[in-house]
């Protein structure tokens, strides 16, 4: 029986391909540690200290302009909702997002929209303009997408009072706003928050 070393090639180049890429899905990319965006020289980790910044750890720029920051927010129970101008979804979710807002005011929660790829704070303001969007909204670099693995909008992060991601939803979820009530009073409960 005659090999075939052009078949042999090609399916162990595909297989590398596959296994490159489920590496990179699931953030086992080398010289960088799971979700971080920064490079990490694995050599010169202390294993004593936390290798991964906290979630709630992040820049972005409020819709006047001004900056904002993530970290201002820890202690707190907050659903970060990534969204777009030209997402449908994110577009419809942003009454719901409104009524939970509402729904869940006077409890230790924030609910903040991040705009990607949506323009600068002037141009997401003024399109806001025609929703009802009672909660906080900031512009975000592109660069936080691919911190958090964003690839589908919209994504929601909810965030413990400790600044780490505690549960992610994707996508238009039947029942988003009634899932979020129930893990904020689970947070609330583990973390002892009153009102």
């Not at 990179?24 to 971080?36: Q, V, Y």
């Amino acid at each position: 029986m005659k090999m075939n070393y052009r078949r042999v090639w090609l399916l162990s180049a595909a297989a590398v391909l596959a296994g490159v890429l489920i590496a990179a899905n699931f953030g086992l990319r080398p010289g960088f540690s799971s979700g971080a965006a920064t490079p990490v020289a694995l050599d010169a980790l202390d294993r004593s200290a936390p290798t991964e910044p906290l979630a709630i750890d992040f820049a972005a720029v409020d819709l006047g302009g001004q900056p904002f920051h993530g970290i201002d927010l820890k202690g707190r129970i907050v659903l970060l909702d990534f969204w777009a101008v030209w997402c449908p979804p994110c577009l419809d979710a942003f009454p719901k997002l409104t009524q939970l807002a509402l729904d869940l005011e006077g409890e230790p929660f924030d609910l903040v929209g991040i705009a990607l790829y949506s323009g600068d704070y002037e141009d997401v303001g003024e399109f806001l303009e025609a929703y009802e969007a009672v909660y906080l909204n900031v512009v975000g670099e592109e660069d936080l997408a691919f911190r958090y693995g964003v690839i589908g909008y919209p994504t929601y992060l909810l965030i413990d009072p400790q600044g780490a991601v505690f549960k992610r939803y994707v996508g238009a979820l039947p029942g988003l706003e009634e899932r979020v009530k129930a893990d904020v009073r689970e947070l609330k409960d583990k973390y002892g928050l009153d009102p």
